[in-house]
């Protein structure tokens, strides 16, 4: 059984920063794409970054310049740092993984979200 978990969320002023992990443990045998989606209230989830396996990554426009994503392969984790927030980022992030349990079988996995608000 696979699982992500993430931490590092939290309330912030807009211009702050914080940085998301999210780490997969269990039955792994390699992890392709991984990736942050992020729902705000009455919207739809939608994405934010993603990265693969060899570390090229890939942002929707609203973030770009302000957030990265970074992944440790050792470690199985994915973060995303965001910095310059503003109200509109406030959001419940997820982190997405594409896991393969054996070769050749490859499942999405999503982790538990993780409240992200920037107030004053």
């Known amino acids: 059984q696979v699982q992500l978990v993430e931490s590092g969320g939290g309330l912030v002023q807009p211009g702050g920063s914080l940085r998301l992990s999210c780490a997969a443990s269990?039955?792994?045998?390699?992890?392709?794409?991984m990736g942050w989606y992020r729902q705000a209230p009455g919207e739809q989830r939608e994405l934010v970054a993603t990265?693969?396996?060899?570390?090229?990554?890939n942002y929707v426009d609203s973030v770009k310049g302000r957030f990265t994503i970074s992944r440790d392969n050792a470690r199985n984790t994915v973060y995303l740092q965001m910095n310059s927030l503003k109200p509109e980022d406030t959001a419940v992030y997820y982190c997405?993984?594409?896991?393969?349990?054996?070769?050749?079988?490859?499942?999405?996995?999503w982790g538990q979200g993780t409240q992200v608000t920037v107030s004053s």
């Open positions: 997405n993984a594409a896991i393969e349990v054996q070769a050749f079988r490859a499942y999405h996995y």
């Open positions: 269990g039955k792994i045998f390699h992890i392709n794409g």
């Open positions: 990265i693969t396996s060899g570390g090229r990554p």
